[in-house]
């Protein structure tokens, strides 16, 4: 039986854990694979108005196809500015403006940039990786001094490392797995 004090050391290291997990699945919506995602456009931000504001908050985006986004904005006077955004998002994405809509040709991936895409996927992947191993630190950094200053059994220092070493191996296995999905979905041509 594990002491209550020892028990949110270990529950706040699993919700760290668990962020480092999101984070990961976060950033890989961000990296293009074969097909068209509207995520692949969630982190732009517009200077709309003199303020930076996410492309979502004025826009629609939508995949009519595979291989095309299409960009609908709410304020038609916002189109060159969203326009100028996507131009400079480092996403190698050329907007076409018709006046009404905004569409966005994804061109094929060369097998160069796939395995650059997979390179930058396996970092995204390593730093979540790197959060999780540093939040198993952290608990049980805390875990030893708790049981130290409160004269806890040794026996539930070890409980307690045990367990969080269980919640750090079954986190760092969903990443590998997201990783290993990730890296499926940019090989596919």
Known sequence: MIPEELELIIDTAKDSMREAVAFCK????????G???PALLDGIKVDYYGSQTPLIQLATVSAPDARMLTVQPYDKNSMEDIEKAI???NLGLNPNNDGMIIRIPL????EERRVELVKLAKEVAEKARISIRNSRRDAND??????????LPEDS???AEELVQKHTDTYIKKVDELLEEK???IMKV
């Not at 976060?26 to 694979?33: G, L």
């Open 26 to 33: 976060k950033e890989f919506s961000h990296i293009r694979a």
């Open 35 to 37: 097909k068209a995602s």
């Open 87 to 89: 131009m400079a998002s």
């Open 107 to 110: 061109p094929m991936l060369s």
């Open 142 to 151: 805390e875990i030893k001094k708790t049981v130290q200053e409160e004269s």
């Open 157 to 159: 220092k070890f409980e």
């Open 183 to 185: 890296e499926q979905d």
